[in-house]
């Protein structure tokens, strides 16, 4: 299993942007479908984007399709959520999850220890 580490969390006014990174190490990043989630205080961790292995193909939630977008570099073993026209209600902790090929099962998968993103109004 991969060791995941996200960073470029922070704090942002509504309207702004910021790049969240996850660094992988320990396995054959390339293999591993990847993907985004987040939990807001109080409330369930839920699905933001997942990619490819190959990084061809995309799938984002409905709250953040056309605002957010997932990329990957395998070569620098690393995925990246792109976050544009931020919204209060996007503040949550961030995490990151890998598993092998697309299957997508990401609750067996190998997760990060998460990066808070904080959205003022």
């Known amino acids: 299993q991969v060791q995941l580490v996200e960073s470029g969390g922070g704090l942002v006014q509504a309207g702004g942007s910021l790049r969240l990174s996850c660094a992988a190490s320990g396995g054959t990043f390339s293999n591993y479908g990847m993907g985004w989630f987040r939990q807001a205080p109080g409330k369930e961790r839920e699905f933001v984007a997942r990619?490819?292995?190959?990084?061809?193909?995309?799938f984002y939630a409905n709250s953040v399709k056309g605002r957010f977008t997932i990329s990957r570099d395998n070569a620098k073993n690393t995925v990246y959520l792109q976050m544009n026209s931020l919204k209060p209600e996007d503040t949550a902790v961030y995490y990151c999850a890998g598993t092998p090929g697309n299957n997508y099962a990401f609750a067996s998968g190998s997760w990060g220890q998460g990066t808070q993103v904080t959205v003022s109004s």
């Open positions: 990619i490819t292995m190959s990084g061809r193909v995309t």
